[in-house]
Nanobody
Framework: QVQLVESGGGLVQAGGSLRLSCAAS????????MGWFRQAPGKEREFVAA????????NYAGSVKGRFTISRDNAKNTVYLQMNSLKPEDTAVYYC??????????????????WGQGTQVTVSS
């Protein structure tokens, strides 16, 4: 069982930046694939970014590629999502997720085993 806690959300102006953090429990963090998803009111949860320690590497949704960067610090059991050039359409609750294995299906939320409670990101225009 893995516990995930997100932080770093808030209210920012369009064009601004935020860095989200996801702190994970467990000594086996480095073996997990980690992902970020988001969900806005009235919309389905969507993939944002994911990272493996090997194999498929990193993946990004087309809507955030070039603006967002996922990174991880295995020594600190922490995953980050650096968000730059934020747009109002980025407004959502952002969730950190973990799965036991890395493969080509990181885009799909149903393949993840553990989820955090989310952190709100609001971008004003």
């Amino acid at each position: 069982q893995v516990q995930l806690v997100e932080s770093g959300g808030g209210l920012v102006q369009a064009g601004g930046s935020l860095r989200l953090s996801c702190a994970a429990s467990g000594r086996t963090f480095s073996t997990y694939a980690m992902g970020w998803f988001r969900q806005a009111p009235g919309k389905e949860r969507e993939f944002v970014a994911a990272s493996c320690w090997s194999g498929v590497g990193t993946n990004y949704a087309g809507s955030v590629k070039g603006r967002f960067t996922i990174s991880r610090d295995n020594a600190k059991n922490t995953v980050y999502l650096q968000m730059n050039s934020l747009k109002p359409e980025d407004t959502a609750v952002y969730y950190c997720a973990a799965r036991r294995t890395c493969d080509s299906r990181l885009y799909y939320s149903e393949t993840y085993d553990f989820w955090g409670q989310g952190t709100q990101v609001t971008v004003s225009s």
